[in-house]
């Protein structure tokens, strides 16, 4: 294998590597190209031009300039913003962007692969440094008139600056040998043989360091020169910005005192008895629970007919690991938006759209099934926790409620203006907009409702065991209809543990295990199945509302049969962050798939729509076999319950069949919380428990966060200053990790990226790609106490 070529300094490489494709073929020889940022490869050197589709440009931004990337034999790319470098042998090192892409590549010697890795570091600051003008140059794109000018500036100012950084790093080059040089002369005890040796080599470092300084200083002129000419320019469009955001914030300002009136004057002129006759107000009410009359209501409503629904299943619902694996087979994996999928027909036959219209059936009497199970949730909650229990386990006694949220006045756009476009993981908030909850925590209330889970382990068909599976994952979005505050974000290395096998019948152990991007580890494990998943998201505030897009995978495994289930989040929406009430909204599709039968079930989340008849927040969906004949239905709304039934019957025509359902089963009900919790943050009695101080948890855990506790006690200003102690804490020691990194990639030396303590990376067959699971050791050290790895992070 050759010797990867450099081209236009260390951030430019490309050449021969060997990256892992599969158990079958393993390691693959690959050519490799990392340029602007990006790390592409193929099966082949390209010999072609590029090729830059209008959708890869919108898509990359200046990063589609990258010839690799636009090859038509361009197998795969990784943009090294936000990417994980992380080396694993002499030989070995992974390269992966949290989640959709994962290269697993090596090296033929050690010496190549701490070439390749310093230069993939040193792509990596830089596509990090340049993120925030890149953005901007996006921007600028739109106004071809005004913008031309400004964007061939910042490029050629860019430009220098690349050669101002080139030449710095080759003054600090030239200067550590020169000063090697002199130490070995110093070294050396005249009279000495190697005394003419040494000085001829001191002078010529001394010349070379001398060329470099001039080089330096003739590029630093050169910048200097160009940005005085620049800068009236600049004072100019700045004063101009400047002008215009203040009348825009005006005007926006004015707008929100003006949807506010008129949200109040809707309000007040919709008649009280209009809301008892079934009719929605102007926005979601996100406390209120259906009427009974909604609740007894088995049926999906549509225009065709009361008693039916239909739902299109998307051409790309055939499983999960189709978007994760690292194209293997040669196919491309780049994201597309939901908004793309296109209609996938439930027969082999035309192309043409095939629609599920099921029909309850009342006819239907030979079901051995009990329907009416609409308690079986709450008693099932009550016996767990203990209320009934006659066994000889002590339960521990725990809190039902924690202090109120206190009223401090916070001038919300003063704070939101300045994070419009900007990634919600990235804004510094203050504790006003949270909840005394870290995202562990948060995450932890998914199995709330395991019990489910546990009705699940005990089913013998596959089907139905899928149908309870699909009413469990739509039952972690419950506690969201009404929880519009912000978890606080995990500190690198924080934890959260939550045993609850004495009343719950299961336990959690939850990490924070990248910073950047952000991302967290969870493991849960009940007596009849265990849980994991990985969890990371973009996010966008928009002004007008916040959307999360998860961007994890989770794992489910039952004890007996060995059925492995993987699934992955729909997105989240917050409305009316500037003005109004705030409320949660969930839509978009999750595809359960059953990796052992190849069962599938496809479920739809239906955004809210002020204009529509139907019920708001439903959920539809349907359990396939491999040959997509639908087994089962589901049906119900993500904030109150979930329907399952069995399919008796099919009628219709191939490309619209009628499925007959029989009688409804009821999977999950919510619990709804105390009357009083919006004064405490709307928490459920689960989520009281949960920051809960408790004796024996590693000193990471989140229970011990300081900022977090004290918003909790209602001292609010203190956490805010609390806050910003740790956050400047966790930045200086990322600074001393850059650092230290840095200086072992000038030396050639290799550099340890930091590792969890309790997770670890592993190739997922079921994905195809490498993620975080549970190594088996946080209970067993805990049983004997020892904390000593634990970092001082608090």
């Known amino acids: 294998m050759g010797d990867p070529k450099s081209q236009h300094g260390a951030q430019e490489m490309k050449g021969w590597l060997f990256k892992w494709t599969n158990y079958l073929k393993g390691y693959q020889r690959r050519w490799f190209v990392l340029s602007n940022g990006l790390l592409s490869y193929y099966r082949a050197e390209p010999t072609g031009g590029p090729k830059i589709s209008s959708r890869r440009k919108r898509r990359a931004g200046r990063a589609s300039e990258n010839p690799a990337e636009m090859s038509h034999t361009c197998r795969g790319t990784i943009s090294l913003h936000g990417a994980l470098i992380h080396t694993v042998d002499a030989c070995t ?72 950084q080139a030449c710095n790093d080759l003054m600090l080059k030239q200067g550590s040998a020169l000063q090697r040089a002199l130490t070995d002369l110093e070294m050396l005890e005249p009279p000495s043989p190697e005394l003419a040796a040494k000085f001829k080599i001191v002078s010529e470092r001394a010349t070379l360091f001398r060329i470099a300084a001039n080089a330096m200083i003739n590029t630093g002129s050169d910048y200097l020169q160009l940005a005085q ?238 149908a309870f599976v699909a009413a469990f994952t739509v039952s972690s979005y419950a ?41 967290l580890a969870q493991h849960c494990e009940g007596k009849k199945w265990r849980c994991w998943q990985e969890f990371t998201m973009a996010s966008k505030f928009r002004g007008k509302y916040l959307q999360v897009i998860p961007l994890g995978t989770a794992h489910l495994e039952f004890n007996s049969g060995q059925q492995h289930y993987t699934w992955r989040k729909v997105t989240t929406t917050v409305h009316n962050i500037i003005v109004g009430k705030l409320w949660v909204d969930q839509s978009g599709d999750m595809d359960i798939v059953n990796h052992k039968e190849g069962i599938k079930c496809h479920l ?121 102690r740790l956050e400047e804490k966790q930045r200086a020691v990322r600074r001393a990790r850059e650092h230290d990194a840095e200086r072992a990639a000038a030396q050639g030396l290799p550099y340890e990226a930091y590792e969890p303590l309790w997770f670890k990376k592993k190739q997922d067959p079921y994905t195809d790609s490498r993620c975080f699971v549970y190594n088996s050791e946080y209970w067993d050290h805990k049983s004997r106490g020892d904390w000593l790895r634990c970092p001082n992070i608090f």
């Open 93 to 164: 090192f992974v390269v992966s962007n949290g989640g959709t892409q994962t290269f697993h590549i090596k090296a033929s010697t050690e010496v190549e692969r701490q070439q390749w890795v310093t230069a993939l570091e040193l792509a990596k600051a830089k596509a990090i440094q340049a993120m925030e003008s890149e953005e901007e140059e996006e921007e600028y794109q739109d106004n071809d008139n005004q913008n031309v000018e400004t964007a061939s500036v910042i490029k050629d100012l860019t430009r220098r600056l690349d050669d101002l």
């Open 229 to 466: 000419q620049q800068e009236p320019k600049w004072k100019k469009l700045l004063q101009h910005e400047r002008d215009q955001k203040v009348r825009i914030e005006k005007m926006v300002e004015q707008l929100a005192r003006q949807h506010s009136h008129l949200e109040e004057a809707a309000q007040h002129a919709i008649p009280s008895a209009t809301h008892a006759g079934g009719h929605r107000p102007s926005h979601p009410a996100v406390t209120t629970s259906p009427s009974e009359d909604e609740e007894d209501n088995a049926e999906f409503y549509d225009a065709q007919e009361s008693d039916t629904f239909t739902l299109t299943i998307p051409a790309t619902s055939n499983s999960i690991s189709a978007r994760d694996r690292n194209d293997s087979q040669g196919s491309d994996d780049g994201s597309s938006s939901e908004g793309d999928q296109t209609p996938l027909p439930v027969s082999d036959s035309t192309g043409a759209d095939s629609f599920l219209i099921v029909t309850d059936s009342t006819a239907a009497q030979t079901s051995s099934r009990v329907t009416n199970t609409d308690d079986l949730d709450t008693a099932a909650w009550r016996s767990n926790n203990g209320s009934s229990s006659t066994g000889m386990t002590t339960k521990r006694k725990r809190r039902t409620r924690v202090p109120e949220k206190p009223n401090y006045p916070l001038n919300l756009w003063s704070i939101m203006k300045n994070c419009i476009g900007k990634d919600l993981s990235k804004i510094p908030m203050p504790v006003n907009f949270s909840e005394p909850l870290s995202m562990l925590q948060r995450l932890t209330e998914d199995y709330e409702y395991a019990d489910i889970l546990d009705r699940a382990a005990e089913c013998s068909d596959s089907y139905e065991q899928m």
């Open 479 to 519: 506690t969201t209809a009404a929880r519009t505050g912000k978890p606080f974000n995990p500190l690198l290395g924080e934890t959260y543990e939550c045993d609850r096998t004495d009343d719950l019948g299961w336990r959690a152990i939850s990490e924070q295990v990248s910073h950047h991007p952000p991302m």
């Open 604 to 724: 739809k989340y239906i955004p809210y729509s002020y204009f529509s008849r139907d019920s708001q927040r439903k959920v539809k969906g349907v359990v396939m076999n491999s040959n997509k004949e639908v087994k089962w239905v589901v049906q119900g709304t993500w904030d109150s319950k979930i329907e399952i039934a069995p399919v008796i019957s099919t009628s219709g025509t191939p490309d619209n069949p009628v499925y007959k359902t029989g009688p409804y089963i009821l999977a999950w009900k919510r619990r709804l919380p105390p009357e009083d919790c919006e004064k405490y943050y709307s928490f459920t009695e689960l989520a009281c428990q949960l920051n809960e101080p408790e004796e024996g948890v590693a000193p990471t855990d989140s229970r011990l966060r300081p900022d977090q506790r004290l918003m909790e006690d209602g001292r609010w200003d203190e956490a805010n200053a609390e806050k910003l």
